[in-house]
Nanobody, 125 residues
């Protein structure tokens, strides 16, 4: 079992930055692709960014390209999402997910093995 705990969310003004963290426990994440998703009120959960289990591939939804960066630190069993130039439309609950031996694309996370509980990000205009 892998437990995922997100942190780093909060309230920020448009144009600001946040760094989300997803700390894993129970097992090493070295064999897991890690992804970030978000769900805004009244909308379906959507893919934000993914990093392959090997760390050599990353992918981003168009909404975050050029603004978001996903990274992983296997030694700390943690994945990060650096979000810059935040917009009000980025407001959502952000979740991390783990997929064993997965890739970095959205389709790689069709059925992740584990989900975190989410962290709220609110961007004010």
């Amino acid at each position: 079992q892998v437990q995922l705990v997100e942190s780093g969310g909060g309230l920020v003004q448009a144009g600001g930055s946040l760094r989300l963290s997803c700390a894993a426990s129970g097992r090493t994440i070295r064999r897991y692709a890690m992804g970030w998703f978000r769900q805004a009120p009244g909308k379906e959960r959507e893919f934000v960014a993914g990093i392959s289990w090997s760390g050599d591939s990353t992918n981003y939804a168009d909404s975050g390209k050029g603004r978001f960066t996903i990274s992983r630190d296997n030694a700390k069993n943690t994945v990060y999402l650096q979000m810059n130039s935040l917009k009000p439309e980025d407001t959502a609950v952000y979740y991390c997910a783990a997929d064993l031996w997965g890739g970095s694309t959205s389709t790689s996370f069709n059925e992740p093995d584990y989900w975190g509980q989410g962290t709220q990000v609110t961007v004010s205009s």
